[in-house]
């Protein structure tokens, strides 16, 4: 048990010695929401890689987290700035944009529509359909 802890905490320090970079490039807002004012954390993009990468890391808010984690709380009014960041030059943000609107999509039109109109490489596809919100 105390090795799975001892990586675990690691882990956290290697994460949270990106967070100054990660915050810079996020303008201190949640790179989801847009929430500026709030507490962020560090999200990994799942599947998360074995070592920990800045590329695959978010800043993100407490709420936009609690969303992403448990989909029943996503209200989907609340989310319709991500026809913008599907369009965004982080494939994190990208992703994550596509997976929110994927779940959405499911019971709003207006989602489908944004899905729609997106051009997607495959390579980014592909990542997106890795591990869906459900």
Not at 49 to 54: A, G, I, L, M, R
Request: net charge negative; proline share 7%.
């Amino acid at each position: 048990m105390a090795k799975g802890y001892d990586q675990h905490q690691q882990r956290q320090m290697i994460l949270s010695s990106f967070g100054k970079d990660l915050a810079r490039r996020a303008k201190s807002k949640c790179e989801l929401s847009g929430a500026s004012g709030v507490p962020l954390h560090i999200y990994e993009v799942p599947p998360v890689p074995n070592e920990p990468d800045p590329a695959r890391c978010l800043m993100l808010s407490e709420s936009v987290i609690d969303q992403l984690n448990k989909p029943s709380l996503i209200i989907p009014d609340e989310w319709r700035n991500l026809g913008e960041l599907i369009w965004s030059e982080i494939p994190a943000v990208q992703i994550m944009a596509c997976r929110v609107l994927t779940y959405i999509a499911k019971e709003e039109n207006w989602a489908q529509d944004i899905l729609d109109e997106a051009y997607l490489d495959e390579d980014l596809l592909e990542e997106i359909n890795k591990e869906p919100i459900s």
